[in-house]
């Protein structure tokens, strides 16, 4: 399993992945599923996946060979909008799926989902989920994430303290505790996370952060969170006496 | 959807089970699936409920018209022990299932699973879950509790606060703080919040709390918990400049 999200503020774009990929208890790896396209001076794209891992490769690869290829339907560096770009991956993972399907359905799913964001010089910042069709719904204020994968332990912490007015750090904060959240109830996402923080209008692609499992500032945070939380669940008050117990 | 929780602690039992039956967004309506057996002198017997709300209602009913009854395959009042009980609930199942399956698969999963817990004199309290296929799990000191139905977002509270040597009332308040996650993130499920707490070893069905929506108790402890874990976030330390942002 996989666990991407995806977090699009007035300020910029916060995007996390965890690393774990296991087709079985016996074969776990470490892949990296955040990938940011080539350098270019007017775009900085970012494509985070989930899904069948050879599908994921394969879409993620070919775009990343084809940019600035100049070809109509897989080079996203001559794309003009975020919008055209997502329905490039689109159309890419159906044209990938429709060459590998009846090869890899005896074996299991050949289907995997996409989150693409990103700015391009002129436009504001943009998210885009890209669905197992091919289609593509985007992020506004008022869902100011998105999430793919093992996506519902952490979605409470984000439901409840997420909006678009936080900092990118307050942001960055959040999406940790919702990746703590879902890694300590299930086995399938792993360490490390891979982190990037855009700040709005830079147009240039920030380093990836890797985020490991002893890593200090993540290892406070999640003390923190957790001793808190518990001097929290203390300090409210019990039930009515009246319901028993 | 639903959402039914059961914890076992070492002082007792603690059942919460939310309302809600929707076959589609215009057909929504309440229904109780957190149901007591007839009472009895030597035995307490709970069953939760999820799923074909028709597979539920035949054989929770079922079961309690033929409580007392004598008969071998559907008596709760004479089996021995609660693993027998449980068996006893997945039989059931099966035999509804297998009467009702070719009929109802047309328009839908006729299939379902149950929490059933309680106590018999001699026994200690306990709890299992009986999978859609009428086997059974028992849960122990070491998994403190079980779920069924839309179980994913109210686990991580549970996960962090949760230990079998919590008092009824604190147990009771997790599960509330794990049914406000659930229901924060997810609309199919819905209050009111069936509650029963059950102190061990008082063999008799204590009567069952039905937390509405506006429930002064419930009310305060969500903003209680809402303005505690803001604050809380809000006081963790920022991610290292480095990463950016």
Known sequence: MTYCLAIILSGGLVLASDSRS???????????????????????VAIQSAGNLATTQAVVTTLTEAFGSGDEESDLKRAD?????ANLVGGQLRKIVARDREFVQPYGDPSASFLVSGQLAGERPRLFEVYSAGNVVEAS???PFLQIGETKYGKPILDRALSDDRSLGEAAKLALLSFDATMRSNL????????LLYAADRIQA???????EDDPYW????KAYSEGLSALVASLPPPPAAWGG
Chains 1, 2 share one sequence.
């Open 188 to 195: 399938s996402v792993g360490p490390p996370i891979d982190l």
């Open 22 to 44: 296991n087709a079985g208890v016996d074969q776990v790896a470490r892949v990296q599923k955040l990938a940011l396209m080539p350098s270019a001076p007017d775009r900085v």
């Open 141 to 143: 204020s008022r869902s």
């Open 206 to 212: 920030p380093a990836i952060v890797t985020v490991e």
């Open 81 to 85: 909008s975020m919008f055209e770009i």
């Open 219 to 222: 290892t406070q945070l999640r």
